[in-house]
């Protein structure tokens, strides 16, 4: 019962949406250069990307399909973005390609699918492991009439296919317009490679105190104002949560072991059938261990025989003393009280070893690049045992440099075993021979010089666990304290934070969480949290209780946030250091007008420092970082000149250019007007694709249905 409760508590409902309308796709052949597409949409929409609607049906649909060939760690959530994200570039780009007349005809298919992994499809290879057209339409037209799953399958990747044939033509179309001069590839070269030094001075603006620089709320919404690109927000909500944990109590952990200590003796029970008594035998006594672990433990009987090192390391020791038929236990182990029975144990039972294996034409698993005949193995390996144990070899190096076997790259080192699980004659050699023995033996692989490494006891342990998990008592108790809470800070006006503190609960925040947001810090996946905080009833302050998986949450929306501009308060953290190093800049400047840097470097207490090869690429000046535009100012000035005050990233600089060193001619400037050509083309599908998504008019209302 106790489990059953423990299956209830932990249950949830997953609800599967299933589209109404099947994918469908009829093919010539087995791809036609016909409108590929679907039929009539029906219902509500999920989107409106530039005028169009995407139908909710057809999206539930490609989720459904989407999420059948994915893996178990992939949530709904993640696989219904991806296919978002998929539609959305799909149809946008289809835009595009209906504006250029981009069509994929049957020919070009194939020759796409010869560039990407379907072509690795051993279903689509001819017997050379060569991809094959006709053998892939006849292996689809095949999965047609006999495979009719993995023909639906394909229908669904056919489309992907298709789609991502037509965005290689299109980026292709768009990459043959991309060049580059070799005016532009010289101007680069002499970016990176004409050198400037420079005599400078630094007022930072760090010898401003902040709170000498007064910044008002219309400031800051002033700057907003006139920054709205940086300073769009979507619709977002900040939450507090309490949370309460289901764990196990002390006396649950007390309980626990308890009872199983109980099940070491024998016990009598009643037996209705016979009308008698019948005594049970104990964990001590029992005859049938399996049978006993079977009935009463949390984990089977484990046959295998162990080495020390794979017993839990803090009761390794204790386990390895053990007579058999001895208990040691109860003991805690990983969430669990456990009590093991030592049933075997074999002395020298595990045995490390290396070896260098010489192999010849005809043994079994040879490499077929190796020719020589047996008798050349033999005699070879005869010769590397006497070098073998020789003083001072090392057994590692010799097997790393002469053996064919696939434990070469590690000096032949083939770790432990047990008895039985090698070659008879190779095993053999190894458990009768005393470690540090070197030998020869033959088996089919060919023939072994072999060192026994060393050898290890194993043992056969039969442990008998419960795990230690909260009781139905500490599970009310702790659903009692959750709704309590919930009920206080609803009718107590002393606020959530305050009731928290008083019941000594931790108060955790969760900060701009987005409308299809899903995982929560220290919550984990709770999209019913999310959906709750944005729904139209919920108001800043509102609280409420959620089942969690391990627990309950109470919950409190604590912040508001409207698509849009920042409110003030919102960008303030962003604006105001900004406000603040003009305001610094400013004074700064006026401060020092028309003073020369020796003066300025008096006047506030700093040095006038110098930097050396420096150029338009590498604009990092030592000890005041990144200056690209104060760097850029002095490319452009004469050797001997000296600026005016410029502003910079760290501070105000005056600099003065003291040598310049021009870069050395080239013939040709080919070489580098190529790279910036490949550099600018290998941007093209991610930055072309991103303008035309921020160019168009999508309306996202997947979270009306997810």
Known sequence: MAVLENIRKRTTVLILIIGLALFAFV?????????????????????????????????????????????????????????????????ILSEQFEDLGIGIEQDQIVDFLRTTGYAQNPEFQNENGIFDPNRFKQTVMDWKVNNPAQYDVWLQTEQ????????????????????????????????????????????????????????????????????????????????????????????????VKQDLAKLLDDSVEYNSTTDRNDTIRGFRTT?????????????????????????????????MTLKVGEIYGPYKERGSYQISKMMGRRANGSVKSSHILITYEGATRANPEIKR???????????????????????????????????????????YFQEGSLATEFNDFIFSNPVGTIGLVETDFGFHVIRVDDKEDIVQLATLSREIVASEETINTLFTDATKFEMETIADESGFSELAKKGEYLVRPVNKIKQLDENLPGLGSQRNVVQWAFNSDTEVGDIKRFNINNGYAVVQLTGSYKEGLMAPEDASATVLPIIRKERKAAQIMAANAGKSMEAIAKDNNVTVSTASALSVKTPTIPGAGSEPAVVGTAYGMAQGETSELLEGNSGVFMVEVTKRTEAPKLENYSTYANTLKNNAASRVNTAVYNALKEAAEIEDKRATFY
């Open 373 to 415: 005949t047996k008798e050349e193995a033999e005699k070879k390996a005869e010769e590397l045992l006497v070098e073998a144990k020789k003083s001072g070899v090392v057994f590692s190096e010799l097997a790393r440099d002469n053996s064919d076997g696939p434990s070469a790259p590690q000096g032949g080192d083939l770790g």
């Open 27 to 91: 093919i010539s052949g087995v791809f036609t250069s016909s409108n590929f597409g679907g039929g009539e949409k029906v219902g509500s929409s999920v989107a409106e990307i530039n005028g169009n609607e995407l139908s909710i049906d057809d999206f539930r649909q490609k989720v459904e399909s989407a999420s059948r060939r994915v893996g178990p760690t992939t949530t709904s959530l993640q696989i219904m973005n991806q296919v978002w994200d998929r539609e959305v570039r799909g149809a």
């Open 160 to 255: 992907e296919i298709i789609q991502l044939a037509k965005e290689q033509k299109y980026f292709n179309l768009v990459k043959a317009g991309i060049g580059a001069t070799l005016k532009e590839g010289e101007l680069d070269y002499k970016l990176a490679n004409e050198k400037i030094d420079l005599k400078y001075v630094r007022v930072p603006y760090a010898s401003i105190p902040d709170s000498t620089i007064s910044v008002t709320k219309s400031e800051i919404s002033t700057y907003v104002s006139n920054h709205k690109e940086d300073f769009k927000q979507d619709a977002a909500r900040d939450i507090q949560f309490v949370y309460f944990e289901e764990k196990p109590s002390d006396s649950d952990d007390v309980a």
């Open 287 to 319: 005859s049938d261990v399996g049978a006993f672990l079977d009935r009463y433990s949390d984990t089977k009987f484990d046959t295998v025989y162990r080495a020390k090192k794979n017993l839990p390391s803090s009761i390794a020791d204790t386990l």
